[in-house]
């Protein structure tokens, strides 16, 4: 298992750099990812400029992964990806 909670911006390379890494039947878990409901408006937390982008960034890398089968648990989102392949 692998727990992802670094700076948002660091998101999308956190995913990049693990993803490979993890074994058959490992997880991966990034916490924040729907960020207070900002990832389905595209917006931004205040004093938070373009934090938004690279969590829906990650999701979308996480999301179209067909080594992973994933899911977003609600409140302000941890995602959770099962390594299938």
Known sequence: ????????DGYPDCWRAASDRIRLGGLW???????????????????EAGVTA??????????????YVGSIVPRDGVMTALRIE
Do not use: P, Q
């Open 1 to 8: 298992m692998l727990y992802c909670d670094v700076d948002k």
């Open 29 to 47: 878990l990034c916490d924040n990812t729907i960020w207070s409901g900002h990832v389905a408006t595209a917006t931004d937390k205040e004093g």
């Open 54 to 67: 690279f969590i829906r960034e990650h999701n979308r890398l996480v999301a179209e992964d067909t080594r």
